[in-house]
């Protein structure tokens, strides 16, 4: 089983629709993060937690919000979705234990707003 | 602040040709460094990474990278392509303090049969 899952793998939605995109991991990392990815835009952060009562807000926080319900799992809203939130979104989590952030991706989430 | 600049948005190389893919960044100490390939329809996965030590390092799929702390680089190279390297590889400057890497924006490999 993968060890950083997202739910839905795809989604296509209407413009003010509320949508939530789901992370779980098993990897008992503290820290987690969603990015969205678009073309020739590199990965984008959007929220990070360092672990559940530690949330912060990335370069591109507007529009989105995000929920740590648990080490596992990290949530990411869009409250009133619009067109240009079509993206690929990306959760990672890493361990710092290691003494640097080495980064473990999801399989991404394809986000379509007509 | 750190940052890492690729230079390259896109490479085209051929099959057996060999590969070096540029990564400078900006850091005021010695920092930790990644570099991640996203193929197709995936997410991100780590190739390798350099903390300290040997200068180069090893990763998977037969990469390696070099770490020039004269030249603020770390370009990862492969001396014989395969069709499956094509992909987006993404470079990574990670904090030392316990803070968050920034990644690069990504260069685009294509391999030519």
């Known amino acids: 089983d993968a060890d950083v899952t997202q739910t839905p793998r795809n989604r296509i939605t209407k413009t003010g629709k509320r949508i939530m995109l789901e992370c779980s991991q098993t990897?008992?990392?503290?820290?987690m993060y969603w990015y969205r990815q678009d073309p020739g835009l590199g990965l984008r952060l959007i929220y990070y937690?360092?672990?559940?009562?530690?949330?912060n807000k990335g370069e591109i926080s507007d529009g989105y919000s995000v929920s740590r319900q648990a080490q596992a799992k990290f949530s990411l809203s869009l409250e009133s979705a619009i067109p240009n939130q079509t993206a690929l979104y990306f959760c990672?989590?890493?361990?710092?234990?290691?003494?640097?952030?080495?980064?473990?991706f999801g399989p991404g989430t394809r986000l379509t707003v007509l | 602040a750190q940052s890492v600049t690729q230079p390259d948005i896109h490479i085209t190389v051929s099959e057996g040709a060999s590969l070096e893919l540029r990564c400078n960044y900006s850091?005021?100490?010695?920092?930790?460094l990644f570099w991640y390939v996203q193929s197709p329809g995936q997410g991100l996965q780590l190739l390798l990474k350099?903390?300290?030590?040997?200068?180069l390092v090893q990763g998977i799929k037969g990469f390696e990278a070099e770490f020039k702390r004269s030249q603020s680089s770390f370009n990862l190279r492969k001396p014989s392509v395969h069709w499956s390297d094509a992909a987006e590889y993404f470079c990574?400057?990670?904090?030392?303090?316990?803070?968050?890497?920034?990644f690069g924006d990504g260069t685009t490999l294509t391999v030519k049969p």
């Open positions: 990897k008992g990392h503290d820290r």
């Open positions: 990672a989590t890493s361990d710092f234990t290691s003494g640097a952030d080495t980064q473990y």
């Open positions: 350099y903390f300290s030590g040997d200068t």
């Open positions: 937690s360092f672990d559940v009562k530690d949330i």
């Open positions: 850091y005021g100490a010695t920092p930790y």
């Open positions: 990574a400057v990670g904090n030392t303090n316990a803070g968050k890497s920034t």
